[in-house]
């Protein structure tokens, strides 16, 4: 794994030599979990594959908007597929191991797309805000050019988030138990087995989730404020409730996706009385209610999309 530390040979091998056991759901009957995650799993991976095939194959939704649904519709699929197939196989055949190369590996993953989402919400946030706040600016702000360096620009940040605290995590002794408490790689329950200080890698998953997290929470909010206020100033009943019927089902979707991670980092560093069990269904719901939900909340529920979904139907509304 490029992941491992290249400074100690002696580290880097016995590192490279660890495999670590999940302790998942010992208290639950496997079939029963697992029935209720590949139904999720499977409503997250068709609805987002369904979403993007008809932005792709549409010509008429070939603008911005709609190339955002579809950034997000891809997140929906890696943040969903990225640990949940694997906690299906652990269930299904009672092996618990992982390498800890594939275990960093989809340490770095997780808080790549899940990073990733979060950028989009915000990144979708402005794009309403303008639509509604400001629409004679917005053939001239949301062009196709602003949706290339928004992509790069979340590549560039979310990476840049992730990789450091990967190798935090990688460059830990780990000489004690090797039992993760979890269903996945999470990095903090990972870390908690190492006989290392972990000061450092905790401090800067809470802080990176806070600058990271918070400053996008924030310019969601301060954008939904913004088209509130600016519908409510039109004083038009329809109009002013379609869009408060709009924003609130974006802002519940969103609010669930920051109150799951929230819940999960903060359960781990600070407040210590979650039961495990918990903590790890709402890890898992992170992973899976949100984009389940996606393609419902922002796709569905536009007008257009809908429109195409079911002329390909045959369904006329």
């Known amino acids: 794994s490029l992941l491992l530390d290249n400074n100690s040979d002696t580290h880097g091998a016995n590192t490279s030599a660890l495999e670590f056991t999940f302790i998942c759901f010992p208290e639950v009957h496997s079939w029963d979990i697992s029935g209720l995650l590949l139904f999720f799993l499977l409503a997250a991976l068709t609805s987002n594959v369904m979403l993007l095939a008809v932005i792709v194959i549409e010509p008429r939704l070939h603008h911005p908007m709609y190339y955002l649904l579809a950034m997000l519709s891809m ?33 770095f993953f997780t808080v790549m797309f899940s990073a990733s989402e979060s950028s989009i919400f915000m990144v979708m946030a402005f794009d309403r805000y303008v639509a509604i706040c400001d629409p004679l600016r917005y053939p001239s702000v949301m062009t196709k050019q602003f949706v290339a360096k928004a992509l790069v620009f979340m590549v560039v940040r979310n990476t840049a988030v992730a990789l450091p605290l990967t190798l935090l995590a990688v460059n830990l002794d780990y000489c004690s138990s090797r039992e993760i408490l979890h269903c996945f790689c999470e990095s903090m329950t990972v870390e908690k087995l190492s006989c290392s200080d972990i000061t450092p890698s905790s401090l800067y998953g809470l802080v990176a ?33 379609k869009a408060f019927r709009t924003c609130v089902s974006h802002l519940i979707v969103i609010c669930m996706f920051y109150i799951t991670v929230a819940t999960t980092i903060v359960s781990n560093r600070v407040v210590k009385e979650i039961p495990r069990p918990a903590h ?34 045959n369904i006329h509304p």
């Open 75 to 107: 997140v929906d699929i890696c943040l969903s597929s990225v640990v949940t197939p694997k906690i299906l196989v652990m269930l299904w055949t009672g092996s618990m191991t992982v390498t800890a190369s594939a275990c960093f590996t989809q340490m």
């Open 209 to 241: 989730f806070i600058v990271v997290g918070g400053s996008d929470g924030l310019l969601i909010i301060i954008s939904y404020l913004a088209i509130l206020r600016t519908v409510a100033a039109t004083r038009s009943g329809s109009v002013a409730c």
């Open 280 to 313: 790890v269904v709402l890890s898992l719901l992170h992973h899976l209610l949100a984009p389940a939900l996606n393609p419902m909340v922002y796709g569905v529920l536009t007008k257009e999309i809908r429109q195409r979904v079911l002329g390909k139907m």
